[in-house]
């Protein structure tokens, strides 16, 4: 196991690379960091891994790396650092990372806080516009994984439906990273997903296919 | 664990209160030596008593003296060790109706008078004065008392034909005039010969006389201790011991150390073996004594 | 005429017989006469006692002899007093005297031999050698009545003396008791090796005294069978004793024979003995019987010849029948339970209180001693921590069994020490008793207020300690800022007021990577605001504190070192959910969503403490190295960052 961690420790590092703008077409932005800004992405400009590509309408934009080249169609967004090869066991990692982000569920006794985190009235009543990045974000997630980074496309899609909670009700993509999964062979996880699509409003098609997966997924954990 | 102490403590002390009898003293029987000390001479210069004591060895008081008839066979060992054996028969009679006063008026003693012819072993004893001295107002006088009986035999003195016997009989007869005669026979003892011992010295305080003597026929013997005046040739009766006829005494320094020997020089311890008998008659009591004596004189250191 | 009385002092002639070195009975052990070297098994105090009957021509009961005894450790001291050791003679000196009215009256004499009491001194080297020593103290009161003559003046009289000496000594000897295995040990000693004390002045008495003669004593304790003994002791004065002991249960019998020199026949007498042992007492019924007459009448001369040789056993002593009772008194309560050692398990950090309610802070290792199921309770106190023992949870140890106890401990909240001190660690096990069993001490490094073991984890309690300060403070600052956050919708407080909060936090310091604000030391929130600075530990604790103090959850980000130094800096939840971002920021990198224990996903926000400029900043720091570290690299995953909530 230590051994393990070591060689992904390595592979952690190694796969954060720089890429080169080596096409650009039509309306492409970036964001660096924590700029609270979006510039032009030019031909030739270097991103690192902190920043975040955007295509418009009609855009796409074409980067070269060390070890991947990246093409980014229109109308998608993506995270430099993710356009990386991950491995299986990454990818688990990666995917436990999820649950390990939350706040403990049990809460400890006899705390001397005597603050409360309570909901507070009137959160409810903010309203804000929804843009579109969040299916910016899933769009390129799925380029990710038509670029055969499948692993990183799933971790992208993961973090778009946590930031972006209505990109969740998007069955499509749902089944599409749920597929992409179950194709990998990571049934649990696979089949944690096709479970909470169930709730969606799907298209019999959809549905079907879902159930197919699911019971399928159902016999190969049973037989093991 | 407290009451247990508690239970203990009382317990402790009542044992104490209750149980504790002091051992009983073993008693052991007298089966020594017994020896009677008697002070004889009260008062050196009271020649009044020096009366009753002379080689005779009877010390007695005067005026409770009975009727006596005593015969004694006697030997004196001088400070050189020469021996002198002598033989001595006595007898008085009181009159106890006739008071012989001093002139202070103290009584001196009875009127002694001459009741019959008396014999010993047949031989006539002759009468003599019977003399006694006494001081009075710190003068020396003489007086008698009447007459005795008396008979001796022995280097000083008169020559009487009477030798006493020891260990047998000796017979006395009194002829009584105008009345009866009355004749017995007096046993007499086992003869005594003494020896004496001087141990030990006056600096250490543990002067002691070692007295020695061959055991006889008697339950006692009576040993006289007496000392020699210095100035004077008179032997001063000290004390009279009385002890069993076991052959031996010790007499302790208490008893030889106090002498005072700015007094005396000599000191003098008569062994005496006596059979003694007191026979009432109607005129009163008769004492016969038949005594074996051994005198002997030893220097005082 | 008291010449050649030989009076010898006790030789090993005891009134309960001679029982050797009994394993089983501490009574014989009392007499000095056969224990010389005061051999004891006594584990505390025993006291003892004998009472008899002695058939002299009255029967007269006595109590012979009381003792005591104690041990110290491997020390034994005991007294005995004797109040029944003594033998009188009385007789007459065998002068007497005419009195003045003629008769004759004897002169007596008495001589009283005592012995008053003794003492007793032991050292136990070891289970099979012990060496000790005995020391008895007599008296002898003679009295003689004498007459002397006195010549005063020319008179002679005879005077009437009493002489009376009291002539005391010491008799002290040695003693050596040697086992050489379970069923053989011998005791050698000595007999009149060291005398004194005053000699008779009188030489009438000199006579008298009691002869010291030198000798030794040599006793020897088969047990073929448990159950049964033989002992054989020998003098080399002349005397012997041999005796039988048999052993059945609590009860015990023993006969002794024992010749004496001076006493006739050759076996002078013997010593029955029943003896039965309870739980702290024992009890002994013994009997002197002499096989001669010993009430007839006896002589003055051949008692002056002969003379005795022992107080309490002589020609002249009578039968006896005695009763000794022993009591073996424990003030200490027997040993239950035995704490062997005791492992601190926790370093004693006294600002993480809560730590030590759920978890032991040390393990005893405690063993039953008995057959019994026991319940034990813990017990533990730190000096110059607790004034009163913490208790802990009680437990049960099987009969004959070692159990790990824990023992929890309770840093008061009153405990303020800035130093770091070196005290220690009281542990008890109680049972019943208001006494504790056993008790263990082991020295505790007791940390100051301000040490921290290095845990993000534990940063916590500093964060916790000092909320009142953080609370007054962080209400001022809110207060004077009230028209702006009353303009404010409700659901952008938090991050208004964590925004306001940090800006006057930074206003006030000046950051400082002090030595001693390394891992090892955190301070309090109020020490960071008074010091103007802090190393990342204070001052994202005191940040923290702050918006905790207002509500505001907060958790540490621990960025463990991986060569470099180990960083802190923190997360705050702005209560915001991920569709109300755009409120915050454009940037969807410089927020994190985490899921609320209802459930609900929430916005937080990583700020860099350490970056003493503006909120914005430090936002915008915290959000870069979390993207990168926490999320990019998977930190979080692979444990090299960790989130640690503050509750």
């Known amino acids: 196991m230590k051994t393990l961690l070591i060689i992904l420790m390595f592979a952690g590092i190694l796969s954060a690379q720089t890429f080169t703008v080596e096409k650009v077409s039509g309306d492409v932005k970036y964001q660096n960091g924590s700029s609270e800004t979006w510039s032009a992405l030019k031909i030739g400009m270097i991103l690192k891994d902190d920043a975040v590509i955007s295509t418009g309408q009609n855009s796409s934009v074409l980067l070269k790396g060390n070890k991947v080249n990246f093409n980014l169609n229109e109308s998608s967004a993506v995270s430099v650092s993710s356009i990386k090869k991950m491995n299986i066991d990454e990818l688990l990692l990666a995917l436990a990372m999820e649950d390990m982000m939350n706040a403990p569920k049990e809460i400890r006794k006899s705390s001397d806080n005597t603050a409360v985190y309570g909901t507070k009235e009137g959160e409810s009543t903010l309203q804000i516009k929804t843009d579109d990045f969040g299916i910016k974000r899933l769009n390129g997630a799925v380029q990710l994984a038509e670029n055969s980074l499948e692993e990183s496309a799933v971790i992208a899609a993961k973090e778009t439906y946590r930031k972006y909670p209505y990109t969740k009700n998007l069955q499509s993509y749902r089944i599409y990273f749920a597929n992409i999964l179950n194709d990998k062979g990571l049934y649990e996880e696979a089949l944690d997903e096709y479970v909470d699509i169930q709730k969606l409003k799907l298209t019999d098609e959809d549905r079907t296919e879902v159930n197919v997966k699911t019971e399928s997924i159902k016999m190969k954990l049973l037989s093991k | 664990m407290k009451n247990l102490l508690t239970y203990l403590f009382i317990v402790s002390v009542g044992l104490f209160l209750f149980g504790c009898d002091k051992p009983a003293p073993t008693e052991l029987i007298d089966d020594t030596d017994l020896a009677e000390y008697e002070i004889l001479g009260k008062d050196i210069n009271d020649e009044f008593y020096s009366n009753g004591f002379d080689t005779t060895g009877i010390t007695q008081d005067l005026q409770e003296l009975p009727n006596l008839i005593a015969i004694s066979g006697i030997k004196a060992t001088d400070i050189h060790g020469n021996t002198d054996k002598f033989s001595f028969a006595q007898s008085i009679f009181f009159d106890r109706t006739k008071e012989i006063l001093s002139p202070g008026g103290r009584l001196l003693g009875f009127k002694s008078v001459i009741p019959g012819i008396v014999s010993f072993d047949n031989i006539v004893a002759r009468v003599v004065p019977f003399h006694i001295r006494y001081r009075e107002n710190g003068v020396l006088r003489d007086t008698t008392l009447g007459n005795k009986y008396v008979l001796f035999s022995g280097r000083r003195g008169n020559m009487d034909n009477f030798r006493y016997r020891h260990n047998s009989h000796m017979n006395f007869h009194i002829n009584v005039f105008f009345g009866e005669q009355v004749s017995f026979d007096i046993p007499t003892p086992i003869e005594i010969t003494g020896d004496v011992e001087i141990l030990g010295s006056r600096n250490q305080d543990n002067l002691r006389a070692l007295l020695h003597w061959n055991r006889g026929n008697t339950h006692d013997i009576t040993i006289v201790i007496g000392a020699r005046l210095r100035d004077r040739d008179l032997i001063m009766p000290l004390y009279r011991v009385k002890t069993r006829d076991d052959g031996s005494l010790i007499i302790p320094p208490r008893f030889i150390n106090q002498i005072p020997y700015q007094h005396f020089d000599r000191i003098v311890f008569t062994f005496i073996r006596r059979f003694e008998n007191t026979i009432n008659t109607n005129s009163g009591d008769l004492r016969v004594s038949s005594q074996s004596i051994h005198s002997i004189i030893v220097n005082l250191p | 005429m008291f010449a050649n009385v030989n009076i010898l002092s006790q030789s090993s002639f005891g009134l309960n017989g001679y029982w050797g070195l009994s394993p089983n009975f501490n009574t014989p052990l009392y007499g000095y006469e056969s224990n010389t070297s005061n051999y004891s098994h006594v584990r505390d105090w025993g006291f003892s006692f004998i009472y008899g009957v002695e058939f002299a021509k009255s029967t007269n009961s006595n109590i012979y002899s009381i003792s005591l005894s104690k041990t110290l450790g491997n020390h034994n001291l005991s007294a005995r007093f004797t109040p029944g050791y003594q033998k009188e003679f009385i007789f007459n000196t065998g002068e007497s005297i005419v009195l003045e009215d003629s008769t004759s009256q004897s002169l007596t004499a008495s001589v009283n031999y005592k012995e008053l009491f003794g003492l007793g001194y032991s050292y136990e080297f070891s289970e099979d050698f012990s060496v000790g020593t005995t020391f008895r103290f007599f008296t002898q009161d003679f009295f003689e009545e004498i007459v002397t003559p006195v010549f005063e003046d020319s008179l002679i009289f005879f005077v009437r003396e009493t002489k009376s000496e009291k002539v005391k000594f010491w008799k002290g000897d040695l003693g050596i008791n040697y086992a050489l295995n379970e069923n053989l040990n011998f005791v050698f000693s000595s007999i009149n090796l060291l005398n004194f004390g005053e000699k008779a002045d009188n030489s009438d008495f000199k006579d008298l005294e009691i002869k010291r003669e030198v000798g030794g004593m040599i006793g020897v304790n088969y047990l073929p069978i448990d159950a049964a003994a033989i002992n054989l002791i020998y003098e080399t004065t002349g005397s012997y004793q041999v005796a039988f002991n048999g052993y059945a249960g609590n009860l015990g019998f023993g006969m002794t024979l024992f010749h004496d020199k001076y006493q006739d026949p050759e076996i002078a007498g013997m010593i029955p003995t029943i003896s039965y042992k309870g739980e702290i007492f024992e009890l002994f019924v013994s009997g002197v019987k002499y096989f001669s007459n010993r009430k007839k009448e006896f002589g003055v001369s051949e008692f002056v010849q002969n003379g005795i040789y022992n107080v309490l056993n002589n020609p002249y002593s009578f039968d006896k029948v005695l009763l000794t009772v022993s009591f073996n008194i424990n003030t200490a309560k027997e040993r239950t339970v035995k704490l062997i050692d005791v492992e601190i398990v926790k370093d004693i950090y ?236 454009n940037n969807d990198t410089k927020y994190f969503i985490r899921e609320s224990v209802d459930g609900k996903d929430e916005i937080w926000l990583p700020v860099e403490a350490t970056s003493l400029t503006d909120f914005k900043t430090a936002w915008k720091l915290g959000a870069e190295k979390f993207n990168k570290e926490a999320i990019n690299e998977l930190g979080i995953a692979k444990g090299k960052v960790n989130i640690v909530d503050i509750y």
């Open chain 3, 350 to 585: 006294p600002t993480f209180s809560e730590n030590f309610i759920d978890y032991p802070f040390a393990y005893g290792t405690a063993v039953n001693l008995t057959d019994e199921y026991l319940t034990v309770k813990p017990m533990a106190r730190i000096k110059g921590v607790n004034e009163e023992n913490i208790q802990s949870p009680v437990l049960a140890i099987a009969p004959h069994d070692t159990a790990r106890v824990p023992f929890y401990i309770i840093i008061p909240e009153s405990y303020s020490s800035e130093k770091v001190e070196l005290s220690y660690a009281d542990f008890y096990l109680f049972t019943i008793a208001d006494k504790p069993d056993d008790q263990f001490q082991k020295a505790v490094l007791v940390n100051s207020i301000n040490s921290w073991d290095g845990k993000v984890s534990n940063l916590r309690y500093f964060i916790k300690k000092d909320l009142d300060f953080s609370m007054s403070h962080a209400k001022a600052v809110l207060s004077s800022n009230k028209t702006v956050l009353d303009t404010l919708p409700i659901a952008l407080e938090n991050f208004y007021k964590a925004k306001i909060l940090f800006n006057e936090y930074v206003a006030n310091l000046v950051y400082i990577s002090d030595p001693r604000a390394t891992g090892e030391y955190v301070q309090f929130p109020h020490q960071t605001f008074e010091l103007k600075g802090g190393d990342c530990d204070d001052l994202s604790v005191g940040y923290s504190s702050l918006l905790e103090s207002v509500g505001i959850q907060t958790a540490l980000v621990d960025y463990k070192a991986n060569g470099k130094v180990r960083h802190v800096n923190l997360l705050f939840n702005t209560k915001l959910s991920p569709n109300q971002a755009k409120v915050l920021t």
